[in-house]
């Protein structure tokens, strides 16, 4: 087992956070007039809220100083009347606003404060956007400043009890709603199905949903509180190195430099389908240019661009899911990447298919839902420096030569041929352990210290070997 100092002293390195919330996205199977009554609603709640946006704004001084429930209350001051409080500072603004939406003159108070908590953040947003923007801490230099958005396209918050009621096993709802007249309730609503069931695992807890109302349908969105429990520690890890050909490469790498299982993760009929997109915006661009001789409009084959993205999007998740399925069949507590969050695509000349290639590139998004979606389950991503992971043999015999014609082939110094991306995973499972029984950092690339004088070797498996030699 690996000595438990060698483990905690390694805790010192920055790790990815989790909030320990998710969403489930719950169906509802509502009538067309149920729908329509929830898109009223939703659109009466962003009427209420355009003014609470301005009127926290105009007051952001004061309310800033203040502490979150504090807000809330001061700001409801300043709009509400009450018999402790007759004189609102803004009581007639509101009174102009009532005539126009009679929804105002009973709204739910448990909405209305939703809808305050929602312009709070708004402006709080704004305000911390604006300073950033001032202050020079821009994208691009010539960035125009941040604009309030007064009229948002929020989405209401519904308390349990005020404006959701739960009906046993969740197979049913009652929804309160603006009926055009009134606030009324909608009884027995259907749900049709509660995404990934997050509510049933023991421990975990539901939040205040939101009501999604639009054009395309009425759900819910459901926040989980999940309780994560911590994986228990292994002498594994489950290194990835994600590549172009194949979306991503896996390997289980032990603490003494053993590799006991390999997988290739390449979904090629999403890649196929995307690509196919891709060529035809060329050929599309190419023949449009020829005929006006003009540069493409903006907007350009948006719906071609819409549907690459999203096959993307799906790309990122099998993948991710094949990734937790793998180290989850292993009993991994860790999962290693390497950190490609500077690294930009050299080859390929710009408008090139060769140049799409790696803007098409989803490994961000792939990194990103593997870190949730393992936290969830209690592991820990970390990511180590990807100098050299692929140039050099994973059994210390030098730099590598890739094939030209088979760019997934490597030979070895020694004559030893093998696929690279298999080699760059030993190396990278290698670098994460070689961190943690030398207590240095995963940015760490050379084996030793560094000197002038002595020749100096990146940290690949053949490392983990010498290591264990010398314990």
């Known amino acids: 087992m690996v000595s438990k100092k060698a483990v905690s002293t390694t805790r010192k390195k920055k790790r990815f956070q989790d909030s320990g919330i998710r969403s489930d996205q719950w169906t509802l199977?509502?009538?067309?007039?149920?729908?329509?009554?929830?898109?009223?609603?939703v659109a009466e709640y962003r009427y209420f809220l355009k003014p609470l946006v301005l009127i926290a704004y105009w007051n952001w001084k004061l309310l800033s100083e203040l502490k979150a429930n504090e807000k809330v209350n001061n700001l409801e001051k300043l709009i509400h009347k009450t018999e402790d409080n007759p004189n609102p500072k803004y009581a007639q603004y509101f009174f102009k606003a009532i005539a126009n939406h009679p929804s105002f003159r009973k709204f739910p108070s448990y909405l209305r404060r939703a809808a305050?908590?929602?312009?709070?953040g708004i402006v709080s947003s704004f305000v911390t956007r604006w300073a950033l923007w001032k202050r020079g801490e821009r994208k691009h230099r010539y960035d125009n400043p941040p604009k309030l958005t007064s009229m948002?396209?929020?989405?209401?918050?519904?308390?349990?009890?005020q404006q959701i009621r739960y009906h046993p096993n969740f197979t049913s709802i009652d929804l309160k709603v603006w009926s055009g007249r009134d606030w009324v309730w909608l009884c027995n609503v259907q749900v049709k199905n509660c995404g990934k069931n997050r509510h049933n695992v023991i421990g975990n807890q539901i939040g205040s949903p939101s009501l999604i109302a639009n054009r395309n349908g009425v759900h819910l969105s459901m926040p989980v509180k999940i309780e994560i429990n911590t994986l228990p520690k292994s002498n594994f890890v489950c290194a990835?190195?994600?590549?172009?050909?194949?979306?991503?490469?896996a390997s289980i790498?032990?603490?003494?430099?053993?590799?006991?299982?390999?997988?290739?993760?390449?979904?090629?009929?999403?890649?196929?389908?995307?690509?196919q997109r891709r060529m035809q915006i060329k050929r599309k661009s190419r023949l449009t240019v020829l005929v006006t001789k003009q540069k493409l409009e903006k907007g350009f084959c948006k719906g071609l661009y819409r549907k690459s993205s999203n096959i993307n999007e799906t790309i990122a998740q099998t993948v991710s899911k094949q990734i937790i399925d793998f180290a989850k069949g292993h009993n991994v507590a860790v999962i290693v990447f390497e950190d490609l969050s500077n690294w930009k695509a050299k080859a390929g000349r710009k408008g090139t298919l060769h140049k799409q290639k790696f803007h098409q590139w989803c490994k961000d998004r792939t990194v990103d839902l593997t870190v949730e979606k393992f936290a969830e389950l209690g592991g820990t991503v970390e990511k180590v420096n990807a100098k050299y992971t692929s140039a050099y043999a994973f059994d210390g015999s030098g730099k590598?030569?890739?094939?030209?014609?088979?760019?997934?082939?490597?030979?070895?110094?020694?004559?030893?041929?093998?696929?690279a991306d298999l080699s760059a995973t030993y190396n990278i499972?290698?670098?994460?352990w070689y961190a943690v029984l030398t207590n240095s950092p995963f940015t760490k690339v050379w084996?030793?210290?560094?000197?002038?004088?002595?020749?100096?070797?990146?940290?690949?498996?053949?490392?983990?070997?010498?290591?264990?030699?010398?314990?």
């Not at 199977?29 to 609603?41: G, Q, V, Y």
Request: proline share 3%; hydrophobic share 30%.
């Open 240 to 249: 990835i190195d994600l590549g172009i050909n194949n979306s991503a490469t």
């Open 116 to 120: 305050i908590q929602d312009a709070l």
């Open 152 to 161: 948002c396209n929020s989405y209401p918050a519904l308390y349990r009890g």
């Open 447 to 471: 084996e030793g210290k560094s000197s002038s004088h002595s020749q100096r070797t990146p940290v690949t498996l053949a490392s983990l070997w010498g290591l264990t030699k010398a314990s």
């Open 253 to 275: 790498v032990g603490h003494n430099g053993t590799v006991k299982a390999r997988k290739f993760i390449s979904p090629a009929r999403d890649i196929d389908r995307r690509d």
């Open 29 to 41: 199977n509502m009538s067309e007039r149920e729908k329509i009554l929830a898109r009223l609603t």
């Open 400 to 419: 590598v030569k890739r094939g030209k014609k088979d760019y997934s082939q490597a030979t070895f110094g020694n004559g030893k041929r093998y696929n």
């Open 429 to 432: 499972g290698a670098r994460y």
